[in-house]
């Protein structure tokens, strides 16, 4: 059973800042797209972030210029540091790896985030 373990979800203002963490196994983390989700209670679960092994980034329009994706492929880790964050921005959210070559998917368990006004 794959696992991707996240980290660094909680509770902050508005205007506040938090890094979430994922750590996949590394052999699938090298040759694997990572991203962040997130759902909000009652919505669909909504794509955040994307990075591709080479350090290519994508983001929603939602985030741009407040979060910021990256990942440190020595330490099978990918993480999101989220700026200036809103309420709007509360919910689960979730790593997700898409491997290259085998085009297997996984997910993180969650980590919540809750940003109060």
């Known amino acids: 059973q794959v696992q991707l373990v996240e980290s660094g979800g909680g509770l902050v203002q508005a205007g506040g800042s938090l890094r979430l963490s994922c750590t996949a196994p590394k052999s699938i983390f090298s040759l694997s797209i990572m991203s962040w989700y997130r759902q909000a209670p009652g919505n669909e679960r909504e794509l955040v972030a994307t990075i591709t092994s080479g350090g290519i980034t994508n983001y929603a329009d939602s985030v741009k210029g407040r979060f910021t994706i990256s990942r440190d492929n020595a330490k099978n880790t990918v993480y999101l540091q989220m700026n200036s964050l809103k309420p709007e921005d509360t919910g689960v959210y979730y790593c997700?790896?898409?491997?290259?070559?085998?085009?297997?998917?996984?997910w993180g368990q969650g980590t919540q985030v809750t940003v109060s006004s």
């Open positions: 997700r790896s898409d491997h290259y070559i085998t085009s297997r998917l996984y």
